[in-house]
């Protein structure tokens, strides 16, 4: 397995993950990089090679975010029993469907998110803002992939308007079917870079997923469309190699990220409007009729972008309902229901 030869830093490792290593753990623990989780058991890849091991029972009492996802760094003692798990770079979590509101972590530890979208009609600068406001508050950098830029005689269009959206944000077009393609977008998958996907359906993602993997690779060969067919075949790997560098993770639960819990993700992206909204009277405004409300006075003077408002109150408006139901779900958890609650919850993950 290729695998086997890899150093650290090829996995990911770097400085933020050392330094968070006492000089007692660092002679006697190994990291090892979580490629794949099924139930409780973790499919691990460290200097090593790679190696199968179960969570502690304890860790079951744990809350979501202490347990480890895909991309995580664990630090394992020398019987190979985990420890530790390190203080994640960025994290991609979403609110589990179901009224039992839950937060499902996705992914730990990217570096770059390719926002896969077309030039075609599919392209919409609203849904880039969802997709950003993830990237932002994952705290993962946004490129933005313009795929089946060869169909179009007006990528430069595409690039422009995709420019608008925040400073300095990276832009590619390229067409995805293209063998060049890995050549455009290497620069963000060197090797110990973690790359991530997301977009609509039929933007590309799985074109793209090829070009980046090498089907001759073993390890590649299980990025499949059919792993997208149920968790229950969770035993494929989620994080793959990239030939000559980089990791791509992929899980068709990242691929469909929604947006949920990541209002500091909206704010940075939408910095102008919040700047404006600074001076409302009420702090609490919803920029709805409210007096003294400066947004609206601000887009009154066209000085805002009147759909780039409107998105932002919608997703103002999204983040809100999220939040209620999880103070909700909070609230029940307080009440005598909660050790049942702990105990659906071992189950749910049981069935995972
Ligand atoms: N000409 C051209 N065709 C492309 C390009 N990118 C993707 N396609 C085609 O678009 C179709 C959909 O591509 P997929 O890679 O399956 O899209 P996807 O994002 O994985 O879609 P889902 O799996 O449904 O989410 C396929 O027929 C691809 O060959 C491109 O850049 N140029
Ligand atoms: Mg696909
Ligand atoms: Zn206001």
Redo the contacts with the bound molecule.
Sequence with gaps: MPENSLSLSELGWGHFFQQQLSLEELEATTPVRVFALNRHLVDGVGENGRQQFALPHTWLQRSVEELPTVGDWLLLDGNGQPLRLLERTSLFKRMASGHDARVQLMAANVDTLFI?T?CNQEFSLSRLERYLALALDAGVEPVVVL?????TEDVNDFCSRSRTLRPGLAIEA????DAKVIDILRPWCSAGQTVALV??????????VNALSNTANQEIGAVR?SD?KGRHTTTSRTLHLIPGGGLLLDSPGL?ELQLSDCEVGVSTLFEEIEAVARHCRFNNCRHHGETGCAVEAAAERNELDPRRLANYLKLKEEQQSADETLVEKRRKDKSPGKRYKRVQLREWRDED
């Design positions: 896969v077309s795929t089946k830029a060869d169909l390229v067409n995805a079917k977009g609509s359906s039929g933007v590309g993602k799985s074109t793209l469309e997208a691929r």
